[in-house]
T-cell receptor
């Protein structure tokens, strides 16, 4: 039982490049979400999903896309990377919205 | 909208000192409350949660938190900290009638315990 798996762990991009951060969970959780963590700002919700085929925006969705074609996977896409997107990204899942969330190990992303 | 304030950004304690980290939330309805801990280089882990019932909640590793509804607070406490408690602590709130959104986190408190 791996829990929530995020890949890659580290990534450096140039401004304007695109990439996809992968997130997979093997707990059959319906609820999945993406956060970014920046110093002094805690975790801010980017996008979330209440089940396969259903996604919605969080607090800071601009510049990011998500899709949820299966229960297990919830990739986060950066369309055109900007230095302001340098951050640590965490994926999380839970059985329902108001239940404790299980977090992945994070992806540290640097945009040059 | 819901929001969370953690007023202590950086706390330094000696081992065996008592700990209290403040957390205040802003939300008019019923809430679920959480404390998460992030050890250096690791992901967030759940310390404790409050959904309903006894407002004094006990979590792992000797931590506890008290929900005071009248003060919109959910402060985290530990009677005697250890060096291994060095970590960042996040308070989070989830309003039960906020639609489909998930947790709102505070900005975090970095705890440094000196041996």
């Amino acid at each position: 039982n791996a829990g929530v798996t995020q890949t890659p762990k580290f990534q450096v991009l140039k401004t304007g490049q695109s990439m996809t951060l992968q997130c997979a969970q093997d707990m059959n959780h319906e609820y999945m979400s993406w956060y970014r963590q920046d110093p002094g700002m805690g975790l801010r919700l980017i996008h979330y999903s209440v089940g396969a085929g259903i996604t919605d925006q969080g607090e800071v969705p601009n510049g990011y896309n998500v899709s949820r074609s299966t229960t297990e996977d919830f990739p986060l896409r950066l369309l055109s990377a900007a230095p302001s997107q340098t951050s640590v990204y965490f994926c999380a899942s839970s059985t329902r919205r108001n239940q404790p969330q299980h977090f992945g190990d994070g992806t540290r992303l640097s945009i040059l | 909208a819901q929001s969370v304030s953690q007023h202590n950004h950086h706390v330094i304690l000696s081992e065996a000192a008592s700990l209290e980290l403040g957390c205040n939330y802003s939300y008019g309805g019923t809430v679920n409350l959480f404390w998460y801990v992030q050890y250096p280089g690791q992901h967030l882990q759940l310390l404790l949660k409050y959904f309903s019932g006894d407002p004094l909640v006990k979590g792992i590793k000797g931590f506890e938190a008290e929900f005071i509804k009248s003060k919109f607070s959910f402060n985290l406490r530990k009677p005697s900290v250890q060096w291994s408690d060095t970590a960042e602590y996040f308070c989070a709130v989830n309003g039960r009638d906020t639609g489909r959104r998930a947790l709102t986190f505070g900005s975090g408190t970095r705890l440094q315990v000196q041996p």
